[in-house]
């Protein structure tokens, strides 16, 4: 990547800090001991483990024994629903249909397997969630989870977990969240607080990937995702991952501590981006209404977004069309189709997603380009002739 890439597909991956790289090198280099071994080797590395830990535990507003670190933010939400699927003998799982795949293809395959009775919510026009709808698909004694995310990942919208969570725990269910957009975007605080599992991924807030993490209230009855030496509490069984743990906990810790002032200046950008492109022609911003997390701006085109995407890679901007995972699938957006948004319509989404990185120049390069990469993919596939 060079001065010249405008980079707004942040909800797909961020770029590390700077200072997680240089917190983590140790750990490939001097410090390149197991976390579980007693001696003068593994001690340094135990310690640095534990204080990591101890760093994401306050973040979250819980104990270092509530923290288990994974592989990913996709491993966290498996852990969380196997796991209380698993230590509930089954019973019935409540989720929405804009989940992320790592939420929706789990609840999926543990229903066809006959693990558990699953519902799956649909939401408004707006993606958002129907609260008596929610409230009346519970089933006291039956339902244990209730999985839902913070922000979606594909436009932003915002879930208000605070009610979620009262009537979840009402009906005596435990709450599952996808936090994985939510970290660094939205204040943790006080809604954190009504959340028994959260999932979260270190390389969507300027962290490393293949390392993310389940925060798991006490008390919480889960069964383990792997087997064997016992790390994790005997949650998550596997050598620990001293680099990643370390560098997962310094950009949450940076990214917790920074968000307000983030947030307003993130926002001020994504309105002025918002705000610039009213004019093009046919454009329409999804979810314009709802709350959304202030990085992510998705919108739906009258053309094709892939032509429009290779026209604006070739002017240095990277977005995407809708989520990273879809790209290249012929499918529609599930997210998308859940909202009610048409196929041909779906077709026509872009997602821009900004970060703290992400600066006014870079804005403005979007708003002299696009309008004119748009009005030539439409010359050429002879939308709006008359
Ligand atoms: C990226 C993402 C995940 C998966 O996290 P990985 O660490 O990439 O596996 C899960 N949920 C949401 C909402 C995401 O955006």
Not at 263 to 280: H, K, P, S, T, W
Request: aromatic share 2%.
């Amino acid at each position: 990547m060079n001065e010249t890439t405008t980079y707004l597909d942040n909800n797909a991956t961020t770029r590390i800090d700077p200072r997680v790289v240089d917190a983590m090198l140790p750990f490939f280099t001097t410090h390149w001991g197991n976390a579980s071994s007693a001696h003068r080797v593994g001690r340094g590395v135990t310690a640095a483990v534990a204080q990591a830990r101890r760093t994401v535990a306050d973040c979250l507003e819980a104990t270092p024994g509530e923290v288990v670190f994974t592989a990913s933010g996709t491993e966290a939400d498996n852990l969380a629903i196997r796991g209380v699927v698993a230590a509930n003998r089954g019973g019935h799982v409540v989720t929405t249909a804009v989940e992320h795949p790592a939420v929706l293809e789990t609840c999926r395959e543990l229903a066809q397997r006959g693990d558990c009775e699953l519902t799956v919510l649909p939401v408004n026009a707006d993606g958002g969630l129907d609260l008596d709808e929610l409230q009346a698909s519970l089933r006291p004694g039956r339902t244990c989870l209730v999985s839902v995310m913070w922000s979606n990942n594909e436009t932003g919208v915002v879930f208000p977990l605070a009610e979620i969570a009262d009537r979840v725990h009402a009906a005596e269910a435990l709450l599952h969240v996808d936090g994985v957009q939510a970290m660094g975007k939205l204040p943790l605080s006080p809604t954190v607080q009504h959340i028994d599992l959260l999932a979260f991924s270190a390389h969507k807030f300027h962290g490393p990937k293949g390392v993310g993490g389940l925060l798991v209230r006490r008390g919480t009855k889960i069964a383990p995702a792997t087997t064997g030496g016992g790390q994790e509490r005997g949650r998550r069984s596997g050598t620990e991952n001293p680099a990643g743990i370390v560098g997962l906990a310094l950009a949450l810790h940076l990214a917790v501590q920074e968000q307000p002032n983030h947030d307003r200046a993130i926002a001020a950008l994504r309105d002025r981006l918002q705000a610039g492109l009213a004019n093009v022609g046919g454009l329409q911003v999804t979810a314009p209404d709802a709350p959304r997390v202030s990085n992510t701006l998705h919108l739906t085109l009258p053309v094709e977004a892939e032509p429009v995407l290779v026209g604006l890679d070739q002017e240095g901007i990277c977005c995407s069309a809708g989520s990273a995972c879809s790209t290249g699938a012929l499918e529609p957006s599930h997210v998308l189709s859940a909202m009610g948004i048409d196929a041909s319509r779906a077709h026509g989404a872009l997602r821009f997603s900004l970060s703290r990185e992400t600066t006014a120049a870079e804005i403005d390069h979007v708003l002299e380009v696009l309008p004119r990469v748009v009005a030539r993919v439409v010359a050429v596939s002879g939308v709006g002739r008359g």
